[in-house]
C-alpha cells in the first residue's frame, strides 16, 4: 500500500539525529517546546570544546580571586577561617574603620584609573548579554574584579560573586575570538562562563546553570541548558583544586515544614515580594548616581568611613554578609539584633555602591531576606510556636532572592544548595517564593541585575 501521502522520514532538526526516520505515529520531535533546533547558536563540535575550556579557565580564575580575597581579608582581620564576622569583631573599632578608609582609598584610585583609561571598554556582563553580542574586555573585566575582591576582603559591604561572574564571562568573550565563533555562539559561551563563576565560588552547579537559563539568557531550550550546565560543571569541578566541596552554610539542620511555616509564608512572601521593590529601586537609584571622576575620591573614603563607624556597633556589616546568612540559618540572634541588621546591611550596601565600588549584591540581599526571615519568625513564633527559627531565615533568603532577581526556580536551588537542605521545606520555600517574584514582577518588575544597567546613550 502506498505511503506518498505520509510526511517525510527525514528530520529537520539541527544538528540533525543520527536516526533519520520518524517514530511510528509520525509526530516530530520538536513538538516538545525546549527540544528546539539549536538556532542561531550552533552546538558544534568547536563551540563545545569553547564550553569546556571556558568552565576550566573560570574555575581557575574563580580559585584565584577567591585566593585574592582570602589573603586581603588576613591582612586586614588576621582571618584565618571560620568566621569572618567574629574575626572582624575581634579586632578594635580603629582596624575596622582604618580597614574599611584604606579600602575606600584602594578603590577610588583604581577605578578613577580603570574608568579613565578604559571607560570605553565593556565590563559589564549583563548590559554586554542583554544589549550587545556578549563582548567583554579582559583587562578591564580582570582589573575591576581584582579590585572588587580587595576591597571586599577589607571590609566593604558588597557580594564577592560579581567578579567570578564578570571573569566568566571574559573568559568566554576571549575563547570566542580564539575559536572564531558566531555572534550568537559567542552570547551563549559569555552567559554560560557567567552563570559558571557565581556556580564554582559558592559551590552551586546547578544553581549556576539555571541562573545562566534564567536570568541571563531568559530561556530553558535544551540547546541553551546544556551548555550551560556542562560550563557550571567543569568550573565548579575545577575550583575544587583550592575550594572547599562543602557546602557554603554548613550545619544547618534538616527543617520540616509545618502548618504554621505554610502559613506564614504567605505573608511573608507578600511583604518581601514588597521590599524586594524598595531594594531594588535603590540599588538601581545609587548606581546610576554613584559617584564619578574626580568626586570619587573624597565620597569614595567617606561612605567606606561612614560604613567603618556603624561597624563600632555592628561589625557584621562588613563584607558581604554571608555570616549574617549563616546565624539566621541556625536561628542565632535576637530580635534586636536581627531587626538592626535589617535595616543596616541594605544601608551599607547601598552606601557602598553609591560611592563609585564595583560588587555584586547577591549574598547581602540572601542576609537582608535572611534577618527579614528571622525577625518576623521571632513575633510569630510567639503567636503560633513550634517551628523552628533557621527555617523561617531560609524562607525569607529564598524569596528575596527570587523576587530581587525575578529569577524563582534560582532563588530556590541556590538556597537548596547553599545550604545543602531545605527540601522538606519545599512547600513554603515555594509559597513564599513564587507570591514574592510574582508580586514584585506585578508591581514593578525591575530585577537587581536589569536595575544596574547604565544609562543608554542614544
Known amino acids: 500500500m502506498s505511503r506518498k501521502n505520509d510526511q517525510p522520514s527525514e528530520r529537520q532538526r539541527v544538528p540533525a539525529p543520527l536516526i533519520k526516520r520518524r517514530i511510528a505515529s509520525g509526530r516530530g520531535a520538536m513538538e516538545q517546546p525546549n527540544v528546539t533546533h539549536d538556532g542561531d547558536a550552533a552546538l558544534t563540535p568547536m563551540f563545545w570544546l569553547a564550553v569546556a575550556l571556558t568552565g576550566v579557565a573560570t574555575g581557575l580564575l574563580g580559585d584565584v580571586l577567591m585566593a585574592i580575597l582570602k589573603v586581603a581579608e588576613t591582612a586586614a582581620f588576621h582571618y584565618h577561617g571560620g568566621s569572618y564576622s567574629a574575626a572582624v569583631a575581634a579586632t578594635s573599632n580603629l582596624r575596622r574603620f582604618t580597614s574599611l578608609l584604606v579600602a575606600g582609598l584602594i578603590g577610588a584610585g583604581a577605578w578613577f584609573l580603570i574608568r579613565k583609561h578604559l571607560g570605553h571598554q565593556r565590563s559589564e556582563i549583563d548590559d554586554a548579554l542583554w544589549s550587545g553580542d556578549g563582548e567583554l574586555d579582559f583587562r578591564r573585566s580582570a582589573l575591576t574584579s581584582v579590585v572588587s575582591e580587595v576591597i571586599i576582603g ?48 559558592y559551590n552551586v552547579p546547578l544553581g549556576g546553570a539555571i541562573f545562566t537559563a534564567e536570568v541571563l539568557l531568559g530561556s530553558f531550550a535544551l540547546p ?20 572547599s566541596n562543602q557546602a557554603t552554610y554548613v ?18 512572601g507578600v511583604l518581601i515580594g514588597l521590599l ?19 568626586a570619587i575620591f573624597w565620597l569614595m573614603p567617606l561612605a ?21 546568612a549563616h546565624e539566621c540559618f541556625l536561628g542565632v540572634g535576637g530580635l534586636g539584633l536581627f531587626a538592626a541588621l535589617w535595616m543596616l546591611k541594605p544601608l551599607a550596601t547601598a552606601i ?38 533557621g527555617a523561617f531565615a531560609l524562607i525569607g533568603a529564598a524569596a528575596m532572592i527570587g523576587a530581587s532577581m525575578q529569577a524563582p526556580l534560582a532563588g530556590l536551588v541556590i538556597v537548596m544548595e547553599l545550604t545543602r537542605t531545605g527540601y522538606a521545606l519545599a512547600l513554603p520555600l515555594m509559597m513564599a517564593t513564587v507570591i514574592a517574584t510574582a508580586l514584585s514582577r506585578r508591581v514593578d518588575g525591575y530585577s537587581v541585575y536589569s536595575a544596574r544597567l547604565p544609562r543608554r546613550n542614544i
Open 154 to 201: 577589607l571590609g566593604a559591604s558588597v557580594g564577592r560573586e560579581a567578579a567570578p561572574k564578570l571573569m566568566g564571562g571574559a573568559s568566554g568573550s576571549v575563547l570566542a575570538h580564539w575559536f572564531r565563533l558566531t555572534a550568537a555562539q559567542k552570547r551563549l559561551l559569555v552567559a554560560c562562563g557567567g552563570g559558571a563563576g557565581l556556580a564554582c565560588v
Open 352 to 389: 557602598t555602591l553609591g560611592s563609585g565600588a564595583a560588587g555584586g549584591v547577591f549574598t547581602p540581599f540572601l542576609a537582608t531576606g535572611a534577618l527579614f526571615g528571622a525577625m518576623t519568625g521571632v513575633l510569630w513564633i510567639h503567636w503560633w510556636p513550634g517551628s523552628p527559627l
Open 224 to 243: 541553551v541548558v546544556l551548555p550551560a550546565a556542562l560550563c557550571s560543571l567543569i568550573a565548579t569541578a575545577t575550583a575544587y583544586l583550592t575550594l
Open 276 to 294: 524586594s521593590v524598595f531594594y531594588v529601586r535603590l540599588i538601581g537609584w545609587v548606581s546610576h548616581f554613584r559617584a564619578k571622576g574626580f
Open 304 to 324: 567606606f568611613a561612614v560604613v567603618g563607624v556603624i561597624g563600632f556597633w555592628y561589625p557584621q556589616v562588613f563584607g558581604n554578609g554571608k555570616d549574617i
Open 251 to 268: 550545619d544547618i539542620p534538616s527543617y520540616r515544614d509545618s502548618p504554621s511555616l505554610l502559613a506564614w509564608s504567605v505573608l511573608a
